[in-house]
């Protein structure tokens, strides 16, 4: 498995952004595709977006489509989220995850490496 630190959440106001950034370690990072997943308290982990191995193709729940921008630096072992025209019901934990193979999927099971997390707050 791989290790993953998320970083880079906080408090901003609805319209602003946020970058997150998730650091992998223990496994060649390059071979991999990466996911973005996110809970708000009494609710289930949903799928934000996903990238490949390679960064050519991204996949983005429709909630978020044409606001976040998931891309990835292979030679940094590192994967960002970058946020946009934020809205309170983006606030949430926010979960990096690395999947088993290298193609772009937001199937949860399709993930076996996950960071701890980081928390998105977006006030109105």
């Known amino acids: 498995q791989v290790q993953l630190v998320e970083s880079g959440g906080g408090l901003v106001q609805a319209g602003g952004s946020l970058r997150l950034s998730c650091a992998a370690s223990g496994r060649t990072f390059s071979r991999y595709s990466m996911g973005w997943f996110r809970q708000a308290p009494g609710k289930e982990r949903e799928f934000v977006t996903a990238?490949?191995?390679?960064?050519?193709?991204?996949y983005y729940a429709d909630s978020v489509k044409g606001r976040f921008t998931i891309s990835r630096d292979n030679a940094k072992n590192t994967v960002y989220l970058e946020m946009n025209s934020l809205k309170p019901e983006d606030t949430a934990v926010y979960y990096c995850?690395?999947?088993?193979?290298?193609?772009?999927?937001?199937?949860?099971?399709?993930?076996?490496?996950w960071g701890h997390g980081t928390q998105v707050t977006v006030s109105s």
């Open positions: 995850a690395c999947g088993k193979d290298g193609d772009v999927t937001r199937w949860y099971d399709a993930y076996d490496s």
């Open positions: 990238i490949n191995w390679g960064g050519a193709v991204t």
